[in-house]
């Protein structure tokens, strides 16, 4: 296949590379020198190995590898990592999203303030450093409160706080997360400061989309299920009526716009509060759980491709929503903490007619301690459908087939 392009793509999924390069790029792969997976070295052009955390190694890395491979994009579809790409695109004048755009969409109190300043909503947010001030904020606002890190993700270290009485306890075991380097994916999200939030009532949806040059365009939106903070499912498309979808989609659109975002991948979480809709948070990167996957079976768009193939123009730009042509739903399975003895039914589970797929996340041997966040999670089984509740139907059907056997730690 003739060359369409060179771009530098950031950490993430084998699958991201692959699909470059059926595009007809050439890859220049950044890759953490801890997270290099299976595959990529190979199916990569080109291979920076190096701790890209660090901005001032990086840099000049950065530069020789411009001047070598001569690309003229940066795309990431990881959280760690889209604050990097905002500064090669300015270091480099590549456009793509800027740092300052970037920053705001990965710093939660960063979003608060520039959605008030900008006038597009308001939802009572502070930084916090003590439980006294948690208990200023919970005086100011009523609660309960929430509290989580300012840039972290996958439900790590956030609370709900019913009431002034719980704030020490609860503000000790946050802040106890703070250096702790044996969390799962520490090295990239590392818990340090805190902001306090208004609570937000409400049903909860996520919602998935792809910007082209400043217009957007919604894909998907996602119904979640919870286990208090921790996301343990989703359906998509979620089974809403007209008004309520457009009133989703009108307020994410608005709020891409005034966050700047003009092209990429948005992934947006917001309620449908007593108040009106809300953003809880967003970010300028691909959604977890396999939901790029099952994007592409239900409403036939690979936002994984595009995200690649749109800044060399190699992909066309979506005109309209693409419509809904099947359902799907994925859900976790849970073991109880122990030590884990067997893993029973997933084969079983993997043969059943509209099973997707099943991920297993631990193995026999492996301890494991109560959920805590999303890392913490332990079987994925994703399936399709004819429609959304078909696939609730058979998931709930199936589910319980898989069964995670532990037995008690012995001290």
């Known amino acids: 296949m003739e060359t369409t392009g060179t771009i530098l793509i950031i950490g993430g999924r084998l699958e991201a590379i692959e699909k470059a390069k059926a595009l007809g790029l050439r890859v220049v792969l950044l890759q953490h020198k801890e997270r290099l997976l299976p595959g990529q070295a190979e199916t990569?052009?080109?291979?920076?190995?190096?701790?890209?955390?660090?901005?001032?190694?990086?840099?000049?890395?950065?530069?020789a590898a411009h001047e070598a491979y001569g690309f003229t994009a940066v795309m990431t579809l990881i959280e760690q990592a889209t604050e990097l790409a905002g500064r090669i695109?300015?270091?480099?004048?590549?456009?793509?999203?800027?740092?300052?755009?970037?920053?705001?969409?990965?710093?939660?109190?960063?979003?608060?303030?520039?959605?008030?300043?900008?006038?597009?909503?308001?939802?009572?947010?502070?930084?916090?450093?003590?439980?006294?001030?948690?208990?200023?904020?919970g005086a100011a606002y009523g609660y309960p409160v929430i509290v989580k890190p300012t840039d972290g993700t996958a439900s790590r270290g956030i609370a709900v706080i019913a009431g002034a009485d719980d704030v020490d306890a609860e503000w000790e075991r946050l802040t106890g997360l703070r250096n702790r380097s044996d969390l799962p994916m520490a090295t990239f999200y590392p818990v340090d400061g805190f902001i306090a939030e208004e609570y937000i009532d409400g049903t909860e949806y996520s919602v998935e989309s792809f910007s082209f040059a400043g217009r957007h365009i919604v894909v998907s939106i996602t119904d979640k299920f919870h286990d208090g903070t921790v996301e343990m499912g989703h359906a998509l498309p979620a089974i809403l009526g007209d008004e309520v979808e457009r009133t989703i989609v009108d307020h994410v659109t608005g709020f891409l716009t005034a966050m700047g975002l003009r092209d990429g991948i948005g992934h947006t979480e917001l309620?449908?509060?007593?108040?009106?809709?809300?953003?809880?948070?967003?970010?300028?990167?691909?959604?977890?759980?396999?939901?790029?996957?099952?994007?592409?079976?239900?409403?036939?768009?690979?936002?994984?491709?595009?995200?690649?193939?749109?800044?060399?123009?190699?992909?066309?730009?979506l005109t309209e929503r693409p419509s809904a042509k099947f359902g799907s739903v994925t859900k976790w399975v849970n073991g109880s903490p122990g030590v884990v003895t067997s893993i029973e039914g997933v084969d079983e589970v993997r043969d059943l007619p509209g099973v997707f797929g099943v991920d297993v996340y631990i193995k026999a041997g492996e301890e494991i301690t109560p959920m805590a966040d999303n890392f913490g999670r332990h079987v994925q089984v994703l399936v399709t459908a004819e429609s959304t509740a078909e696939a609730i139907d058979r998931i709930d059907g199936l589910i319980d087939r898989i069964r995670v056997h532990t037995e008690p730690t012995t001290d």
């Open 271 to 317: 309620k449908l509060s007593s108040k009106g809709p809300r953003i809880i948070e967003s970010h300028d990167r691909a959604p977890g759980d396999r939901l790029l996957d099952l994007m592409v079976v239900t409403h036939g768009v690979d936002l994984e491709q595009y995200a690649s193939g749109w800044p060399l123009r190699v992909v066309p730009e």
């Open 44 to 63: 990569a052009d080109a291979l920076l190995l190096v701790d890209y955390l660090d901005w001032e190694t990086t840099r000049p890395l950065i530069r």
């Open 89 to 137: 695109n300015d270091m480099l004048g590549l456009g793509g999203t800027s740092y300052e755009v970037a920053k705001r969409f990965h710093n939660k109190l960063d979003m608060r303030e520039w959605l008030h300043t900008t006038g597009f909503e308001t939802v009572g947010c502070a930084e916090v450093k003590s439980a006294d001030a948690v208990r200023e904020f």
